[in-house]
């Protein structure tokens, strides 16, 4: 009998708070399988960017957390920084580089890759986005959805295993959120989806977890969690 699959993420009991005492989290308990998709959703202050900023250690609370059943500790750190990738609500405080092509490849080379081997493997993740025409304009002439692309495209360079996008849709109009869905269903890696958006997160997942006071108050479908408080689906 095969052994059971060991989840991309696992999270037991973690709870946090930050230096002025304000508790973000308690007692969250999370499992998301691997090349799955899931949902984070709940007001503002809910906990939901606080736990995944957890995820690679940007945070550390109490409590277990496991990435690709590798321990969150800070002798783990550059692996797991490899495997979690975060894309910011805001890609402009993630595109720094003078050229798109440079910043896929940042980091790449701060990971002590070759020059030649980054170059192509950034080009090939730029490719992947739809942005193989974009290599050496400045990240700061493109369009919010071509700067969302460029942000995921530095991650898929670096072959991560787990996606956290928090709030994807942000400053996108419906055209670019249209595309940056069917982007990101296309890509085989885990996703965790931090949105108010529900049709967005609905083109991507059923599932989806419901942050209210630092707690996971509810793990349902998201039609029925959008049932229950009345969201518009």
Not at 36 to 43: C, D
Not at 71 to 87: E, K
Not at 177 to 192: G, T, V, W
Not at 206 to 215: D, H, M, V
Request: with cysteine; proline share 6%; charged share 20%.
């Amino acid at each position: 009998m095969s052994s059971p699959a060991v989840p991309i993420v696992m999270v037991r009991d973690l709870s946090f708070s930050y230096p002025d005492g304000t508790l973000a989290l308690e007692g969250i308990n999370f499992e998301l399988a691997d090349n799955s998709t899931v949902a984070l959703l709940g007001p503002n202050g809910s906990g939901k960017t606080t736990f995944a900023h957890h995820l690679n250690g940007l945070l550390r609370g109490s409590g277990v957390i496991e990435i690709g059943g590798l321990p969150v500790t800070p002798a783990n750190l550059p692996r797991i920084r490899r495997n979690v990738g975060l894309v910011f609500q805001d890609s402009d405080n993630q595109l720094f580089m003078p050229t798109v092509i440079e910043d896929v490849a940042f980091g790449l080379l701060a990971g002590g890759m070759r020059a030649g081997e980054a170059e192509d493997r950034a080009h090939q993740a730029l490719k992947q986005v739809g942005l193989d025409d974009k290599t050496d304009k400045a990240p700061w002439h493109l369009s919010a959805g071509e700067k969302k692309r460029a942000a995921i495209a530095g991650i898929l360079a670096g072959e991560a295993k787990l996606l956290v996008l928090d709030e994807p849709t942000t400053f996108l109009d419906p055209p670019a959120q249209r595309s940056l869905a069917e982007l990101l269903a296309s890509l085989p890696q885990a996703k965790i989806l931090i949105t108010h958006d529900v049709a967005f997160a609905c083109r991507l997942t059923n599932e989806a977890c419901f942050f209210q006071n630092g707690r996971i108050t509810a793990r349902d479908n998201i039609a029925t969690l959008a049932s229950r408080f009345n969201w518009t689906v």
